[in-house]
């Protein structure tokens, strides 16, 4: 831009390239420090506001131990206002700490701290009659803006990566006050009598915010925190955690207060250590709203009542039946967020949730959750569970005249309740066993009737109701028949259908509609005017009866005796004619 082989006026027009480059820069950055001016100006009304919001909650706890109308709430409330005290006093010394940290920085940068209240003074106030209220400051009073090497000093040191300056020994108490306020938090809760508390950890590494609130919560199960205290406890830790180790620049393992403070501007430093001041109002603030919740006196907001009735899905005729009516009370502007497992949202209004599913099985159970938010903004989560019992829809036609009990069988019997979750059968001359979804009869009379009765039983309500008592006649197990192959008894059958048998059988004809299993434990067969018969055992004829077979000649008759064994043991024969 100037060398030795420019003329004077294009070295002349370079010097002015370079100077107005200067100007521009300085312009960029005067722009960049008055956005810090401007941010930490509204942190500080944020601050206030965070004040406010926690003192107001401390007001109405206040009112609450002076009302005497209820002694066990004044109590309690003064119990809490115990608490809250231990609360802000912790929070007061971290407040003043960073005020602390800002008047060194300022005078460190030859900044005027003397002056107090006017209008050209950094100054507002130096101390607020109130130890929680921040330092009320004008950063647009600041002469050295763009100030960095001072604040390095005093909170970094030489090293981001290991910083040993007054930085370090606010981080640890930054860290240490984010354990202490959740720990009290816990273990103030008075409700049931339970000793609460919370185990507060060391967390300051994590993924991102979906890690680091899993592992909060895996801390809070682990200690013995009350249900309505766990997710304001999850947000309080939450918003006082930062990530110990980062990247910056490209440089990596870097911890947070240097890449914080590093080479940043006094007013940009000023405006982050404000902005911690914040984090501890806010964490300050949802703390004494929980504890004030611990009284009552309006965690949630309600704008509309609604009436509900439960009771049973089913009843039956002449069933005494339990209805509990209330009223329930919901935030139309706040609609609760439903989950559900076994069925689908339909839609979610009136401050509830309507769930549709399609009935299933013999029980059908749908569960999910139910959460809403409370004043504060902090969300309840809350479980729930429906059984319902699935009744088929069935119908039954009987036959009068069939209404038989065998005796030495295993009769096969069902019975539906209808209206009823469970069917149960009892009998007189007969036993009954369950078997599956039906019972096995087995008469135990020598009389000729036997009574089975069904009764419906209700689980949900432990009642049971006789609903009828029907009889049966008792007979005798008929006998069955013996077969040569498929050859029935009394039947004429040709030669090559003879020839072919190779079994016996003992069962009952097509008519008979029971299913008696039967096993033959011997046999003997003659044939017509044969010297001998063959004999044998088992169901499969020998080589020698099925020669005796095939030596029958037309017109001549078969005669074939069995025992067998069943449900009516015995000795039963059979005629074949030979076509």
């Known amino acids: 831009m100037a060398g030795g082989k420019e003329t004077p006026r294009q070295k002349m027009i370079g010097m002015m390239y370079l100077v107005l480059t200067a100007l521009l820069a300085l312009n960029v950055s005067?722009?960049?420090?008055?956005?810090?001016?401007?941010?930490?100006?509204?942190?500080?009304?944020?601050?206030?506001?965070?004040?406010?919001?926690?003192?107001?909650?401390?007001?109405?706890?206040?009112?609450?131990?002076?009302?005497?109308?209820?002694?066990?709430?004044?109590?309690?409330?003064?119990?809490?206002?115990?608490?809250?005290?231990?609360?802000?006093?912790?929070?007061?010394?971290?407040?003043?700490?960073?005020?602390?940290?800002?008047?060194?920085?300022?005078?460190?940068?030859?900044?005027?701290?003397?002056?107090?209240?006017?209008?050209?003074?950094?100054?507002?106030?130096?101390y607020p009659d109130q130890p929680l209220k921040p330092i009320r400051m004008?950063?647009?009073?600041?002469?050295?803006?763009?100030?960095?090497?001072?604040?390095?000093?005093?909170?970094?040191?030489?090293?981001?990566?290991?910083?040993?300056?007054?930085?370090?020994?606010?981080?640890?108490?930054?860290?240490?006050?984010?354990?202490?306020?959740?720990t009290l938090v816990a273990s103030s809760n008075p409700s049931d009598g339970g000793k609460y508390f919370f185990k507060a950890p060391k967390i300051n590494t994590f993924k991102d915010q979906k890690d680091l609130s899993a592992q909060i919560?895996?801390?809070?199960?682990?200690?013995?925190?009350?249900?309505?205290?766990?997710?304001?406890?999850?947000?309080?830790?939450?918003?006082?955690?930062?990530?110990?180790?980062?990247e910056a620049q490209g440089v990596k393992n870097v911890h947070w207060i240097g890449k914080t403070f590093d080479h940043a501007p006094s007013v940009a430093v000023l405006a982050s250590l404000s902005s911690l001041q914040k984090e501890i109002l806010t964490a300050r603030a949802d703390a004494v709203s929980l504890i004030r919740q611990r009284v009552g006196g309006g965690e949630f907001s309600f704008n509309k009542i609604i009436p509900l009735a439960y009771g049973p899905e089913v009843a039956n005729s002449g069933d005494e039946v339990e209805i509990q009516v209330l009223m329930a009370a919901y935030d139309s502007d706040r609609k609760p967020t439903i989950t559900v497992s076994g069925g689908s949202l339909r839609e979610t209004r009136e401050g509830k949730g309507y769930i549709t599913a399609r009935g299933s099985g013999s029980e059908m159970k749908l569960s999910g959750t139910i959460t809403i938010t409370n004043k504060s903004g902090i969300p309840r989560t809350l479980p729930w569970e429906k059984n319902i019992k699935i009744m088929k829809p069935q119908g039954a036609v009987s036959l009068?005249?069939?209404?038989?009990?065998?005796?030495?069988?295993?009769?096969?019997?069902?019975?539906?309740?209808?209206?009823?979750?469970?069917?149960?059968?009892?009998?007189?001359?007969?036993?009954?066993?369950?078997?599956?979804?039906?019972?096995?009869?087995?008469?135990?009379?020598?009389?000729?009737?036997?009574?089975?009765?069904?009764?419906?039983?209700?689980?949900?309500?432990?009642?049971?109701?006789?609903?009828?008592?029907?009889?049966?006649?008792?007979?005798?197990?008929?006998?069955?028949?013996?077969?040569?192959?498929?050859?029935?008894?009394?039947?004429?059958?040709?030669?090559?259908?003879?020839?072919a048998a190779k079994m016996l059988n003992v069962r009952y004809p097509e008519g008979i509609a029971l299913e008696a299993k039967y096993e033959i434990v011997s046999w003997e067969i003659q044939v017509g005017n044969a010297p001998r018969?063959?004999?044998?055992t088992g169901k499969v004829l020998s080589k020698e009866a099925t020669d005796l077979l095939k030596q029958a000649r037309p017109n001549d008759n078969i005669s074939i005796t069995a025992k067998f064994k069943g449900p009516n043991n015995g000795f039963i024969g059979s005629t074949i004619k030979v076509r």
Not at 228 to 240: M, N
Not at 432 to 442: C, D, E, F, H, P
């Open 30 to 126: 005067k722009t960049i420090l008055d956005a810090f001016v401007a941010i930490e100006e509204n942190i500080q009304i944020a601050n206030e506001n965070e004040w406010q919001r926690g003192d107001e909650k401390l007001s109405e706890l206040k009112a609450s131990a002076q009302d005497a109308t209820v002694p066990e709430t004044q109590a309690k409330a003064k119990k809490l206002l115990k608490t809250i005290e231990q609360i802000d006093g912790l929070t007061a010394a971290r407040i003043r700490e960073i005020d602390a940290l800002k008047m060194e920085i300022l005078e460190a940068c030859g900044e005027d701290t003397k002056s107090i209240g006017s209008k050209e003074s950094i100054l507002a106030m130096k």
């Open 138 to 182: 004008r950063l647009e009073q600041v002469q050295n803006k763009e100030a960095y090497d001072e604040p390095m000093r005093i909170m970094i040191g030489e090293d981001i990566t290991r910083p040993t300056g007054k930085g370090m020994t606010l981080w640890n108490n930054y860290n240490q006050y984010r354990n202490q306020l959740t």
């Open 217 to 246: 919560m895996k801390s809070i199960k682990a200690s013995n925190v009350h249900p309505d205290d766990q997710e304001a406890i999850k947000k309080i830790y939450a918003g006082l955690t930062k990530p110990e180790r980062v």
């Open 400 to 499: 009068p005249e069939m209404n038989v009990l065998y005796r030495t069988y295993d009769n096969k019997v069902q019975g539906v309740a209808s209206g009823y979750d469970q069917t149960i059968l009892s009998g007189e001359g007969v036993n009954l066993i369950k078997s599956g979804n039906q019972y096995v009869a087995r008469v135990n009379t020598t009389g000729r009737t036997a009574t089975i009765k069904i009764s419906g039983k209700n689980n949900a309500t432990g009642k049971t109701e006789s609903l009828g008592t029907f009889s049966y006649r008792v007979m005798n197990l008929p006998k069955p028949s013996l077969y040569l192959g498929s050859i029935e008894n009394g039947a004429t059958s040709d030669k090559p259908t003879i020839n």
């Open 533 to 536: 018969p063959a004999k044998g």
